[in-house]
């Protein structure tokens, strides 16, 4: 937990899966002795059959299949593609992705769009349900996620379900004290996004941000 999976050996993480070793062996001191035997390498290791890893003092059943799942989720981990990540470039980009979301709501709700330097997504989150005031919206809330999520651009987008466009004066007041905040923690504000039935308004395309 403090130094993270990648700070530990093999052996380790192996041991972390099985458990426990035997009376004279730790679990990382087993899975070194199995791991030795395969020359320490895993692919060795994952070709290995139950009765072999079961031939070990300390390793039945329920821990070889285990060390054969991981082994197996790893060969599997390296023929998956990541996703493309969903890039935003304007208000439209915005307004695309969240009117799925929005489209039937008869309440308000607020969303958090966090975004890396390339301005693709790194999480969609939902700030608050039933209005958009300063008290709905929290701007620590939205600096603290920003900084969490290591984003380095946002955006926050809210519905009208009333159909009006205009932003109130909360809205205004609301996208002022984000732009401050994010100037301060130099995190750039994309757009404040309004959607209502089919239409939208941008605070950044009005020349607000």
């Not at 999976?5 to 192996?14: C, I, P, Y």
């Not at 470039?89 to 695309?96: A, E, L, Q």
């Not at 799925?100 to 966090?114: A, C, G, K």
Request: proline content about 2%; overall charge negative.
């Amino acid at each position: 937990m403090r130094l993270g999976a990648e700070a530990l050996s093999n052996a380790e993480l192996l041991a972390i899966l099985i458990g426990s070793g035997n009376q004279e062996e730790s679990a990382v001191d087993l899975m070194k002795h199995v791991l030795s035997d395969c020359d320490n390498n895993l692919a060795q290791l994952s070709k290995m059959s139950l009765p072999q890893l079961m031939g070990y003092n300390g390793i039945g059943e329920a821990k070889a299949i285990t060390i054969l799942a991981a082994c197996e989720l790893g060969k599997r981990r390296e023929g998956t593609e990541m996703p493309e990540r969903r890039k935003f470039v304007n208000s439209r980009d915005i307004y695309t992705h969240l009117w799925p979301r929005m489209r039937d709501l008869d309440v308000e709700e607020s969303y958090l769009i966090l975004m890396n330097q390339g301005y693709k997504e790194i999480k969609t989150l939902r700030l608050s349900h039933g209005g958009i005031t300063e008290t709905a919206v929290d701007v620590r809330l939205v600096m603290k996620e920003a900084l969490l999520n290591n984003a380095t651009v946002i955006a926050l987008a809210h519905n009208h379900p009333s159909g009006n466009l205009s932003p109130s004066r909360d809205d205004e007041m609301l996208t002022k004290k984000i732009s401050e905040a994010c100037r301060t923690m130099r995190i750039h504000f994309l757009d404040h996004v309004i959607i209502t039935d089919g239409q939208y308004y941008s605070f950044r395309d009005n020349n607000k941000i």
